[in-house]
């Protein structure tokens, strides 16, 4: 297989290292059924999910995002105080501000970076991973943070099946740093946002056009609400079309496709994102039975089942996609450097 390289600037970045962090405590489809009509048949047909993550009262998105940061930290053997950007795409941040990203940089006591938020909800890992890339290429940094997490318990009603079922807690991490001599890295990225899709999978309250108020409350605003239906079949048309764009651009096939790492929504949603794109079930990353939709943890998360699982190797090809609420959509075209 030969691979064009489209961008040319002369340094180019990598994936250095990748850690992960989910929360303990185990929300099972069993313990659903008791919580509203819904049965563990249907749950494991209608979307793979057995089990989620979620926190106890008092942890929040930081403190996931941090563990996620040592973690990655750790496996790559530096310290906290040599990562100069900390980039956390989240869309449960622990407040509107600060920005999550400083409380994960005082908390693992990176004394030496900056940082900020971004949100774009299921594509945020995918979108700060390509802005962290891009401040490595640019050859303004060495080493970026780049951390996806999410704490959707606090925007889940767990009275509502249509939603409750679907997410978990967690978060994951990887080091963007430039590649060394020989190494390709990043290859191709390609993103779009539609926001004509916003109301089918949104957040109603506790922003600017509806602050937070005991009506909001009343009403609900301040939980996920979604079209279901809709969002499943604009998922798998559009991650299906970025990804096969990103392919064709740099000349490759599915066939030189190692291994596929979509978010991780519904299975049903990878599966038939995969089949478009023809590419075989045997090259999928699937891990959505143990976590559920963790939002912007998802991507790294997988990427580390991946890894555990001895399924992904240095020199591989590797196409991520992803697609959200906004809508969002990205899909990336990388070589494992790790
Ligand atoms: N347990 C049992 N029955 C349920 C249920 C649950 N948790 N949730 C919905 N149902 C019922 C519905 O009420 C409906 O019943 P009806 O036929 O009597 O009206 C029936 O199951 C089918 O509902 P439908 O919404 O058509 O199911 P579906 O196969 O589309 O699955 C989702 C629903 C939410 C799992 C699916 O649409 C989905 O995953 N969508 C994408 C969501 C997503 O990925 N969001 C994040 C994007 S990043």
Redesign the pocket.
Same mark, same amino acid.
């Given at each position: 297989m030969s691979l064009t390289l489209k961008h040319r600037s002369p340094v180019r970045a990598k994936i250095s290292s990748v850690g992960t962090y989910v929360p303990p405590r185990l929300l099972t489809n069993a313990d659903l059924e008791k919580m509203?009509?819904?049965?563990d048949e249907?749950?494991q047909e209608?979307?793979g999910i057995r089990q989620r993550h979620l926190v106890d009262p008092g942890t929040a998105t930081s403190d996931l995002a941090a563990e996620a940061a040592r973690d990655c930290l750790r496996r790559r053997g530096i310290p906290a105080t040599e990562v100069e950007v900390i980039l956390v795409a989240t869309v449960t941040p622990d407040m509107l501000f600060p920005a999550t990203a400083c409380l994960v940089q005082n908390k693992i006591g990176a004394t030496g970076a900056w940082g900020f938020d971004l949100s774009a909800?299921?594509s945020g890992f995918l979108y700060a991973m390509q802005v962290g890339a891009k401040l490595v290429e640019s050859g303004a940094h060495k080493k970026v943070m780049v951390i996806g997490a999410d704490v959707m318990s606090s925007i889940i009603d767990y009275t509502d099946?249509?939603t409750c079922?679907?997410f978990g807690d967690g978060g994951g991490a990887v080091l963007i740093e430039p590649c060394s001599e020989g190494e390709i890295g990043m290859l191709d990225y390609t993103h779009e946002i539609d926001g004509s899709g916003a109301n089918s999978?949104y957040m109603p309250g506790g922003g600017s056009l509806h602050p937070s108020t005991i009506d909001t409350v009343n009403a609900k605003m301040h939980y996920v609400h979604?079209e %279901? =239906?809709a969002?499943?079949k604009v998922?798998v048309r559009k991650m299906s079309e970025l990804g096969e764009n990103v392919l064709a651009r740099n000349g490759l096939t599915p066939a030189d496709v190692d291994l596929f790492i979509p978010?991780q929504?519904?299975q049903?949603?990878i599966l038939a994102t995969a089949e478009r794109l023809g590419l075989p079930q045997e090259n999928i990353v699937i891990n959505i039975g143990e976590y559920g939709?963790t939002?912007a943890a998802t991507i790294p998360l997988a990427m580390n089942t991946a890894l555990s699982d001895g399924r992904l190797k240095k020199g591989m090809t590797i196409l991520l996609a992803s697609? %959200? =609420?906004g809508y969002t959509v990205g899909a990336t075209l990388l070589r494992w450097e790790c």
């Amino acid at each position: 297989m030969s691979l064009t390289l489209k961008h040319r600037s002369p340094v180019r970045a990598k994936i250095s290292s990748v850690g992960t962090y989910v929360p303990p405590r185990l929300l099972t489809n069993a313990d659903l059924e008791k919580m509203v009509t819904t049965n563990d048949e249907w749950i494991q047909e209608r979307t793979g999910i057995r089990q989620r993550h979620l926190v106890d009262p008092g942890t929040a998105t930081s403190d996931l995002a941090a563990e996620a940061a040592r973690d990655c930290l750790r496996r790559r053997g530096i310290p906290a105080t040599e990562v100069e950007v900390i980039l956390v795409a989240t869309v449960t941040p622990d407040m509107l501000f600060p920005a999550t990203a400083c409380l994960v940089q005082n908390k693992i006591g990176a004394t030496g970076a900056w940082g900020f938020d971004l949100s774009a909800a299921c594509s945020g890992f995918l979108y700060a991973m390509q802005v962290g890339a891009k401040l490595v290429e640019s050859g303004a940094h060495k080493k970026v943070m780049v951390i996806g997490a999410d704490v959707m318990s606090s925007i889940i009603d767990y009275t509502d099946r249509s939603t409750c079922i679907l997410f978990g807690d967690g978060g994951g991490a990887v080091l963007i740093e430039p590649c060394s001599e020989g190494e390709i890295g990043m290859l191709d990225y390609t993103h779009e946002i539609d926001g004509s899709g916003a109301n089918s999978l949104y957040m109603p309250g506790g922003g600017s056009l509806h602050p937070s108020t005991i009506d909001t409350v009343n009403a609900k605003m301040h939980y996920v609400h979604q079209e %279901g =239906g809709a969002v499943f079949k604009v998922a798998v048309r559009k991650m299906s079309e970025l990804g096969e764009n990103v392919l064709a651009r740099n000349g490759l096939t599915p066939a030189d496709v190692d291994l596929f790492i979509p978010h991780q929504a519904n299975q049903r949603i990878i599966l038939a994102t995969a089949e478009r794109l023809g590419l075989p079930q045997e090259n999928i990353v699937i891990n959505i039975g143990e976590y559920g939709n963790t939002t912007a943890a998802t991507i790294p998360l997988a990427m580390n089942t991946a890894l555990s699982d001895g399924r992904l190797k240095k020199g591989m090809t590797i196409l991520l996609a992803s697609f %959200g =609420g906004g809508y969002t959509v990205g899909a990336t075209l990388l070589r494992w450097e790790c």
